[in-house]
């Protein structure tokens, strides 16, 4: 819902991959107003962090479904078996898209093949001008991005490096806000792994012992303090 809405005119918009101050402002009058189009403006300002729960909760499920597992998975197997689930809900909708509008204007195909070759293979994100329509579609290339991260940095391994990966992605998202201060930069991070490694790491760990003895409270604690960082 979220990704319709927040692209509607009269809508106030979200801070998810760049900081915006004037849309915190922007919310604060449509709660002092409290009219109809509060609940869109709540949806479209708020929505976004639903990315990050949904990263937290992927990562808690791979360790779950294949940390204990006896018989080791290779990542040919794990990726095969993850990029089919994906194309599955990827392509019924997007060779759909491209069909429709190529008929519709015969250029559009022409202009875009690159953009559905990319997306097809779980690309699209790590061109610096993405192809962006209506909907999750980037989350397909940044989802599979992380399956790799768990799979190189976390699958049978220590907590050690999956934490020099986060604290190195979030010293590159800091220079680019601090040093460079190329905000077209850090939204091309935050579009990639390096903007979701921090709640993807605490999901992933979040349900073993080495952090908490107390699996139960662990995920929450874990996803508090993320909050509080945001």
Request: proline residues 5%; hydrophobic residues 45%.
């Amino acid at each position: 819902m979220h990704n319709y809405i927040h692209r509607f005119s009269n809508v106030v918009l979200e801070n998810q991959h760049i900081y915006y101050p004037e849309r915190n402002k922007e919310l604060i009058n449509s709660f002092l107003e409290f009219d109809s189009g509060l609940f869109l403006d709540l949806i479209s300002h708020y929505g976004h962090y639903g990315v990050p729960v949904f990263v937290f909760l992927s990562g808690y499920g791979l360790v779950i479904k294949y940390e204990k597992k006896e018989v080791p998975l290779k990542f040919r197997e794990f990726m095969k078996r993850h990029a089919g689930k994906l194309w599955l809900l990827l392509l019924p909708l997007l060779i759909p898209h491209f069909l429709i509008l190529g008929i519709k204007d015969p250029s559009y195909f022409q202009e875009h093949w690159f953009d559905l070759a990319l997306m097809t293979g779980f690309a699209g994100n790590l061109h610096p001008e993405p192809y962006i329509f209506h909907g999750p579609w980037w989350f397909f290339s940044l989802i599979v991005q992380l399956y790799i991260i768990y799979y190189a940095f976390v699958y049978h391994r220590n907590i050690r490096p999956l934490v020099l990966l986060t604290v190195a992605c979030i010293m590159v998202q800091a220079t680019a806000i601090g040093i460079i201060r190329n905000t077209d930069l850090l939204e091309y991070f935050r579009f990639n792994f390096i903007g979701s490694v921090l709640p993807f790491a605490l999901g992933t760990h979040s349900c073993t012992e080495t952090l908490f003895p107390d699996g139960k409270y662990g995920g929450s604690c874990l996803y508090s303090f993320y909050c509080m960082l945001l």
